[in-house]
């Protein structure tokens, strides 16, 4: 048995019977899976109702207090036109994000049939999903809101409420970038729009009374502010990972790469998929991200004991082919 990097890694030397093929239930056929990904989870839902709302209370306010009551017709189309693509690119990048597998493992994969079909060879090591009852490729780890493992996974993000994966990071970067970058124009409107104000009579400014519209005002430049922060850090830590090829769990674990890595532009180009293009910021076009069945890891460490075997047998498992 191998377990995980928070734990110490150690083998042991079993029959394939060890991984309890039996009890695991062959996966559906792709043709009764369908097509929608959809994670119900209600906190997750919830996030993501209130992240819609507050991109069209953000339109709300920039079209009927800023924009329909200015004079200046052409700042208006031009800031209008300019603001609803931004905000309509980050709602469909959300959409995506949210509706995208993100690199699920198949579930009840862990099969006699499918574990000898790796055909593996002496010393090598396969892992297994206690909780899902998978075979784990490199790099996968289960999410306790998913309930799947995941390939490549980054986090779990209530926002999108999905896993951030191999599948769908391109989209999740492309939201992060397009909500600060309206969050951007809209501090910038909010600016320009109280100067506006302030040199002509506030009741000529807005089609709401003064303190209507400064309420509206305030509270669009404090959502405004909140979220260019927080997605615009969200931006550099994604672009980061996938520059360095470690995702934020492997960080965090601070694992060490047993992988060979693919840095830079390489990485951005199997992100993002392919060269450099407009395809990279447009969130309706796919991402190519097929990964090979599950790898067999080298074994390392020493051999456990049985009293240690049932102490670990609820956490991840592995077996190691034994020599014959």
Not at 193 to 202: G, P, S, T
Not at 265 to 277: I, L, Y
Not at 309 to 323: K, T
Request: charged content about 20%.
């Amino acid at each position: 048995m191998m377990i995980s990097s928070v734990h110490r890694f150690r083998d042991i030397e079993r029959t394939p019977e060890y991984l309890q093929p039996e009890k695991c239930v062959p996966p559906p056929s792709r043709a009764s899976l369908g097509t929608m990904w959809f994670i119900r989870d209600g906190c997750g839902i919830a996030c993501a109702v209130v992240t819609w709302m507050l991109v069209f209370y953000a339109d709300f306010v920039v079209l009927l207090v800023m924009l329909v009551p200015s004079r200046d017709y052409v700042y208006s189309v031009i800031n209008g036109t300019l603001f609803n693509t931004l905000a309509f690119l980050a709602l469909a990048s959300h959409f995506r994000a949210m509706l995208t597998d993100p690199g699920a493992v198949p579930k009840g994969n862990a099969t006699k049939e499918f574990i000898e079909s790796l055909q593996l060879k002496p010393g090598q090591v396969v892992y297994k999903c206690p909780k899902c009852c998978s075979i784990k490729p490199d790099r996968a780890h289960h999410c306790s809101v998913c309930k799947r493992c995941i390939r490549k996974m980054d986090h779990h993000c209530p926002w999108v409420n999905n896993c951030v994966g191999e599948n769908n990071q391109k989209y999740f970067v492309l939201f992060t970038m397009y909500i600060a970058l309206i969050s951007l124009h809209a501090l910038i409107m909010v600016g320009f729009h109280f100067l506006y104000c302030f040199e002509e009579d506030w009741t000529k400014c807005s089609s709401f009374s003064p303190p209507t519209t400064v309420i509206l005002l305030i509270l669009l430049c404090f959502e405004a502010l909140l979220f260019l922060i927080f997605t615009s850090v969200m931006f550099g830590t994604q672009v980061h990972s996938i520059c360095t090829d470690e995702t934020g769990i492997e960080r965090l674990k601070k694992q060490k790469p047993t992988w060979e890595r693919t840095r830079g532009w390489e990485g951005m180009k199997a992100a993002f998929g392919g060269t450099p293009s407009l395809s990279w910021l447009n969130p309706f076009s796919n991402v190519d991200c097929r990964s090979p069945p599950p790898t067999p890891a080298a074994p390392t460490g020493a051999i456990m004991t049985q009293e240690e075997i049932e102490q670990f047998l609820a956490q991840e498992v592995s077996i190691q082919v034994p020599h014959e």
